[in-house]
Nanobody, 129 residues
Framework: QVQLVESGGGSVQAGGSLRLSCVAS????????MGWFRQIPGKEREGVAV???????SYADSVKGRFTISKDNAKNTLYLQMNSLKLEDTATYFC???????????????????????WGQGTQVTVSS
């Protein structure tokens, strides 16, 4: 049974940093697409950062230069380092994996909830002024 468990969310002042973690279990092949997504009430879930099986990475334009996605295959853990946080980064952050794709997965993919089949429960990030 595939499970994704996020942690690391919280409240931070604008300009601060947070590091999100997502521990994956239930599958052993680390070569699939994984990513971080976020959602605020009333809006669609959007891609933040995605890493493909070959290590290629894509970011949403809004987070480029501030967020860094990484993966530790030995620990089955996906990370999102978030620096220079802005008020507009406030959202619930989810990690997800697509066990049908190893490549050609991007943060800009439309309808990620359809493409990525497995999701964590989400972790809240709140940025205040």
């Amino acid at each position: 049974q595939v499970q994704l468990v996020e942690s690391g969310g919280g409240s931070v002042q604008a300009g601060g940093s947070l590091r999100l973690s997502c521990v994956a279990s239930g599958y052993s092949d680390s070569g699939y697409c994984m990513g971080w997504f976020r959602q605020i009430p009333g809006k669609e879930r959007e891609g933040v950062a995605v890493i493909a099986g070959d290590g290629s990475i894509s970011y949403a334009d809004s987070v480029k230069g501030r967020f860094t996605i990484s993966k530790d295959n030995a620990k089955n853990t996906l990370y999102l380092q978030m620096n220079s946080l802005k008020l507009e980064d406030t959202a619930t952050y989810f990690c997800a994996t697509d066990l049908r794709r190893r490549f050609a997965c991007y943060a800009s993919d439309p309808h990620p909830t359809l493409a990525f089949g497995y999701w964590g429960q989400g972790t809240q990030v709140t940025v205040s002024s």
